[in-house]
């Protein structure tokens, strides 16, 4: 079997695609080779050989090693040299590199080969004792720290001990003798720390080093690493021997890497750093300040250190030349390592580089214009949920933090502004215009309108999936989660943090994209919708064919995704039209009722209100579908709770406070999940569904009027599980629309339809469709009730469950396919069968989540609908889904 493929001098016996056998460097070595770049001949040993290793108790294929010594003499004969030879001898690099790129995983070791009889010949022939010394000195320190674990403090202090007694204060004042005389010191570190003489034969060093490549792949940070990023561990990891190239030679070598565009705003220009003199790592270890490459950036950066284009001219246009035909061959930015020896450059390492959001857009647009990729390359080329980053305001990088706190990063965006303890007081601020951040252990339903009223929510309790953080995403207003670190004392109005207290008013900022809390202001970065992101979104419109529409109570939300480009409101939830203002006391009023005529009296107050909120959001969504569903949450939700509100209720309604405790006894539920909610509610009292029905069809002939375009309004009945609850309700609805006909002389388009939320009604979807005019799955209660987890509770044993493996991911956050997916797809299939026509959607949080929204699009549905800040993201996740 081949367990060895050579490259350099012009060919290679592999190729980029070979990626699974050789690893992303050996491949990209390989293809760099083939493209006549200059490329320090080499070899690669396979991916295969790593797998080979571990399912034989450690030991290598019988053919490799005499493999390996061809490939190795063959690298001599390219070189002039000999592996070993005390003449000329063939110094290399051995270099892990696994099919995606692992950090963590082995570092390289440079210069093996060296020993005691072939550091002179290397001298010799350099004509320079110091660069030889050095260069042997770092090969000792880099093999026994990688491959005979021996601790690199250990031979740090002695190079700082041997500097103070000669009084240097930088490296590069050691001379040739001063690092012989360190060796002996580093060699009997090794002998002291590693308990025998470090190896002194280039085999023993080459083998000795193949295998800690091998050994490294289990180590304990790779196998973590591996399990984080879904990496199978049956991948391997593959080595790469290379001839050395020195940037250590003096001032006409150097070494640095190099972007073919900046990496963090996407323009099209080389960008990189570089350290003359040096090698390998010196340039990210930071011991001296890297040089620019262009002159252009040593400018901005007003670095007083020449740049590679002035300093180096010839090697600048060597690389210039080089990145252009690695870019147009890669078709995409590329990442590069290069080093430069005695004038002449040597391209060590090229693959796709990572970048910011900003940059992936520009540089899928560019790419895109420069005639390299297609529109459609384009559009698959950035990650929909990374343009999360680019919708909200960010913390300018160049700002200095002041981080007090951190917590989860549970909604992104950064906010600054005074803290308040309750939603009044920032409901209190933004009347006075004032930004505020509201600062809780954790939020209820009650806090929603605090929480609009805030620039940010922060919370001492809860994870990803609490209330705070969803509700949060869903207003596109930064959150941190779960700061265990801060404790709340609400009667004092302050918070203590690392012993520091803060009261109410100070300020603060978050960082709702990395969980940090920050004292004080911070300056921010304006979000930038118009030019690559909008290019890059009218591309995917173009191609996509669900539509993507938002779920959206307030005329804020409805307004923040219409720019958003938003096709219509596919879930406006009316509970939250309950609790605004005034209204709340006539919906406790209403629920106070001894029977129906009370009710009625009571939610005859509410209609205007409600008919209002309508009317707005109907003219905001001028021309595009609104779906509004009838009231979900259970009644108790709405009653009093602290003893101040039952006061304040018992003095508006006359009730007493008994009969109001009385109540608060009677709708209080063991299960509210699974209660008197959804479309439960509009059975028991119809004419909650009645006001609400008229208040949407009175509101759509309004907004017809004024806006001179038809409004089609979608009233959805939540929770059922039969077609015999939705008929009852449909009746009621229907009847609305027949009165307010008449009354209004107009004529009404309206549908009447359902949501698929319980497993039930999903089964069932064939006969519901006989009378249900569309449907949208509301993929948050399905998930709950198919598997049996309550949301809220979840948060305790769902980081388990994934960390073992039993979910792939946390199923309110990506839709579980098999299960809750399958039942989507048996209501899809039912529904359609009975009504060929009928529209279908989904509304729960998964319609914001690329990976679900692929899904969607398997299944064939119609729309998907996500908060206001998620539809830019779900426009791209729709196209890429298309694609
Ligand atoms: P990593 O995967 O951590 O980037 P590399 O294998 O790319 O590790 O090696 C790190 C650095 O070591 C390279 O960027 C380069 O500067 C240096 N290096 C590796 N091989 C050679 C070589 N054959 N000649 C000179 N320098 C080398
Ligand atoms: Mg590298
Ligand atoms: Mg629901």
């Known amino acids: 079997a081949k367990w060895v493929y050579a490259f350099g001098d012009?060919?290679?016996?592999?190729?980029?695609?070979?990626?699974?056998?050789?690893?992303?460097?050996?491949?990209?070595?390989?293809?760099?080779?083939?493209?006549?770049?200059?490329?320090?001949?080499?070899?690669?040993?396979?991916?295969?050989?790593?797998?080979?290793?571990?399912?034989?108790?450690?030991?290598?294929?019988?053919?490799?090693?005499?493999?390996?010594?061809?490939?190795?003499?063959?690298?001599?004969?390219?070189?002039?040299?000999?592996?070993g030879d005390a003449k000329a001898p063939l110094l290399v690099s051995v270099r892990s590199g696994a099919r995606a790129s692992m950090p963590g995983m082995m570092d390289t070791v440079l210069n093996l080969g060296l020993n005691d009889e072939t550091v002179s010949a290397l001298a010799r022939e350099a004509g320079d004792e110091r660069f030889a010394y050095d260069s042997y000195r770092r090969f000792i320190t880099m093999y026994s720290n990688v491959v005979l674990n021996v601790e690199h403090h250990a031979f740090e202090e002695a190079l700082e001990q041997y500097k103070e007694t000669k009084g240097y204060d930088l490296d590069t004042e050691l001379g040739a003798e001063d690092w012989k005389t360190l060796i002996q010191t580093y060699k009997k570190i090794v002998r002291d720390e590693h308990g025998s003489d470090f190896p002194q034969g280039a085999d023993d060093q080459l083998w000795g080093a193949i295998g800690a490549v091998f050994n490294s792949w289990m180590i304990p940070r790779a196998k973590k690493y591996r399990e984080l990023n879904s990496i199978p561990e049956s991948w391997g990891t593959a080595v790469n021997v290379q001839a050395m190239v020195f940037g250590n030679m003096g001032d006409t070598s150097a070494t640095g890497v190099a972007f073919t565009r900046n990496p963090s705003t996407g323009e099209r220009a080389l960008y990189g750093e570089f350290l003359i003199n040096a090698q390998g790592e010196d340039?990210?270890?930071?011991?001296?300040?890297?040089?620019?490459?262009?002159?252009?950036?040593?400018?901005?950066?007003?670095?007083?250190?020449?740049?590679?284009?002035?300093?180096?001219?010839?090697?600048?246009?060597?690389?210039?030349?080089?990145?252009?035909?690695?870019?147009?061959?890669?078709?995409?930015?590329?990442?590069?390592?290069?080093?430069?020896?005695?004038?002449?450059?040597?391209?060590?390492?090229?693959?796709?580089?990572?970048?910011?959001?900003?940059?992936?857009?520009?540089?899928?647009?560019?790419l895109a214009a420069e005639g390299l990729i297609t529109r459609n390359e384009a559009i698959g080329r950035v990650e929909p949920s990374a343009l999360d980053q680019l919708l909200h305001p960010t913390i300018d990088p160049k700002a200095e933090r002041k981080v007090i706190a951190n917590g989860l990063p549970a909604s992104p965006g950064a906010a600054t502004g005074e803290i308040v303890f309750n939603s009044e007081d920032a409901e209190a601020h933004r009347k006075a215009e004032r930004k505020c951040i509201l600062v809780r252990v954790e939020t209820s339903p009650e806090d929603i309108h605090g929480m609009h009223a805030?620039?940010?929510?922060?919370?001492?309790?809860?994870?990803?999936?609490?209330?705070?953080?969803?509700?949060?995403?869903?207003?596109?207003?930064?959150?941190?989660?779960?700061?265990?670190?801060?404790?709340?004392?609400?009667?004092?109005?302050?918070?203590?943090v690392g012993g520091k207290v803060?009261?109410?008013?100070?300020?603060?900022?978050?960082?709702?994209?990395?969980?940090?809390?920050?004292?004080?202001?911070?300056?921010?970065?304006?979000?930038?919708?118009?030019?690559?992101?909008?290019?890059?979104m009218e591309w995917a419109d173009g191609i996509r064919t669900m539509k993507v529409r938002t779920n959206a109570d307030t005329p804020t939300d409805a307004r923040t995704a219409r720019n958003f480009g938003a096709e219509g409101i596919g879930l406006c939830r009316t509970e939250h039209m309950f609790f605004d203002g005034d209204r709340i006391i006539?919906?406790?009023?209403?629920?106070?009722?001894?029977?129906?005529?009370?009710?009625?009296?009571?939610?005859?107050?509410?209609?205007?209100?409600?008919?209002?909120?309508?009317?707005?959001?109907?003219?905001?969504?001028?021309?595009?579908?609104?779906?509004?569903?009838?009231?979900?949450?259970?009644l108790h939700e709405f009653l009093p709770h602290t003893d101040q509100e039952v006061g304040e209720v018992v003095k508006a309604t006359g009730v007493t406070e008994d009969k109001i405790r009385q109540r608060m006894r009677e709708l209080s539920e063991h299960n509210p999940m699974l209660g008197f909610r959804g479309c439960r509610l509009a059975i028991a009292f119809p004419e909650i569904a009645e006001m609400q029905a008229r208040a949407i069809f009175e509101a759509a002939i309004q907004a017809a009027e004024e806006t001179g375009s038809p409004v089609t309004p979608e009233v959805m009945v939540p929770l059922v599980f039969t077609r015999a609850e939705f008929d009852l309700v449909k009746g009621r609805i229907d009847a609305t629309a027949k009165a307010v006909e008449e009354e209004k002389?107009?004529?009404?388009?309206?549908?009447?339809?359902?949501?698929?939320?319980?497993?039930?009604?999903?089964?069932?979807?064939?006969?519901?469709?006989?009378?249900?005019?569309?449907?949208?799955?509301?993929?948050?209660?399905?998930?709950?009730?198919?598997?049996?987890?309550?949301?809220?509770?979840?948060?305790?044993?769902?980081?388990?469950?994934?960390?073992?493996?039993?979910?792939?991911?946390?199923?309110?956050?990506?839709?579980?396919?098999?299960?809750?997916?399958?039942?989507?797809?048996?209501?899809?299939?039912r529904g359609r069968?009975?009504?060929?026509?009928?529209?279908?959607?989904?509304?729960?949080?998964?319609?914001?989540?690329?990976?679900?929204?692929?899904?969607?699009?398997?299944v064939g549905l119609d729309y998907v609908s996500c908060s206001p800040y998620r539809v830019p993201i779900a426009r791209l996740a729709a196209a890429q889904a298309a694609l």
Not at 461 to 466: D, F, I, N, Q
Not at 502 to 529: F, N, R, W
Request: charged fraction near 25%; include cysteine.
């Open 10 to 83: 012009g060919k290679a016996e592999g190729k980029s695609q070979m990626r699974d056998l050789l690893g992303g460097k050996g491949a990209n070595l390989a293809e760099m080779s083939n493209l006549g770049l200059p490329v320090p001949p080499g070899f690669t040993i396979t991916t295969e050989v790593c797998t080979y290793y571990y399912d034989h108790g450690k030991q290598y294929p019988p053919e490799l090693k005499d493999q390996v010594a061809a490939a190795l003499a063959q690298v001599g004969k390219l070189t002039g040299r000999s592996f």
């Open 283 to 366: 340039v990210v270890a930071g011991i001296r300040t890297p040089q620019n490459i262009t002159e252009k950036a040593r400018t901005e950066a007003k670095s007083d250190k020449p740049s590679l284009e002035s300093a180096m001219p010839d090697c600048f246009g060597e690389l210039t030349r080089i990145y252009g035909i690695l870019e147009s061959h890669y078709r995409d930015m590329q990442d590069m390592e290069f080093t430069i020896e005695k004038g002449k450059l040597w391209m060590l390492q090229t693959r796709n580089g990572k970048r910011t959001a900003k940059a992936a857009l520009r540089i899928a647009v560019d």
């Open 454 to 496: 805030a620039e940010g929510i922060l919370t001492t309790r809860g994870g990803m999936t609490s209330h705070a953080a969803v509700v949060a995403r869903g207003m596109g207003k930064p959150c941190v989660s779960g700061v265990g670190t801060i404790r709340i004392d609400y009667k004092a109005q302050t918070m203590t």
């Open 502 to 536: 803060l009261k109410a008013g100070d300020k603060i900022t978050i960082d709702g994209s990395t969980g940090q809390v920050i004292l004080g202001e911070v300056a921010m970065l304006e979000p930038e919708l118009s030019g690559d992101f909008a290019t890059l």
């Open 586 to 634: 006539a919906v406790r009023e209403m629920i106070l009722a001894d029977d129906a005529e009370g009710r009625k009296a009571a939610l005859a107050k509410i209609l205007p209100y409600q008919r209002q909120d309508f009317l707005e959001l109907f003219k905001i969504m001028s021309g595009l579908p609104v779906t509004i569903r009838l009231l979900d949450p259970p």
């Open 745 to 829: 002389g107009a004529k009404l388009d309206y549908q009447v339809g359902t949501m698929i939320e319980l497993p039930r009604a999903a089964l069932m979807a064939g006969q519901i469709a006989e009378t249900a005019e569309f449907f949208s799955f509301g993929t948050n209660d399905l998930t709950q009730t198919a598997l049996g987890i309550s949301r809220d509770d979840a948060a305790t044993f769902l980081g388990p469950y994934t960390q073992k493996g039993i979910l792939a991911a946390d199923p309110f956050i990506t839709i579980d396919q098999e299960g809750v997916g399958e039942l989507v797809r048996i209501g899809c299939e």
């Open 833 to 858: 069968a009975t009504r060929k026509d009928i529209k279908l959607g989904i509304c729960g949080e998964h319609g914001g989540d690329p990976a679900s929204i692929a899904f969607c699009q398997q």
